[in-house]
């Protein structure tokens, strides 16, 4: 069993800055890809970024490529997302997620890859 919590989500203006961690622990003795999804009130929950074990796999949501990063810390078994200039639409309640996987360089854009997920942390944009 695998637990995961986010931190770091909040209220910001928009074009401003958060950073989000989601931090893994229980039996997470594999290597593991991780990802960050979103979603929005009365939408469906859409990708965001995912990350893999060695971190050399990287992917993006079109919508939030050049503006979020992803990255991890195994020694911390904590994922970071790095969200800057920030939107309105950024707006949305945000789950990190794992994908055990044996490849090192395994990353997925699919929630249907993860097995275990976050609760969530609430980042709300204001225009």
């Known amino acids: 069993q695998v637990q995961l919590v986010e931190s770091g989500g909040g209220l910001v203006q928009a074009g401003g800055s958060l950073r989000l961690s989601c931090a893994a622990s229980?039996?997470?003795?594999?290597?593991?890809?991780m990802g960050w999804f979103r979603q929005a009130p009365g939408k469906e929950r859409e990708f965001v970024a995912a990350?893999?074990?060695?971190?050399?796999?990287?992917y993006y949501a079109d919508s939030v490529k050049g503006r979020f990063t992803i990255s991890r810390d195994n020694a911390k078994n904590t994922v970071y997302l790095q969200m800057n200039s920030l939107k309105p639409e950024d707006t949305a309640v945000y789950y990190c997620?794992?994908?055990?996987?044996?490849?090192?360089?395994?990353?997925?854009?699919?929630?249907?890859?993860?097995?275990?997920w976050g609760q969530g942390t609430q980042v709300t944009v204001s225009s």
């Open positions: 997620a794992t994908a055990p996987h044996s490849s090192s360089r395994y990353a997925s854009e699919s929630a249907s890859e993860y097995n275990y």
């Open positions: 229980g039996r997470t003795f594999t290597t593991y890809g």
């Open positions: 990350i893999s074990w060695s971190g050399a796999t990287t």
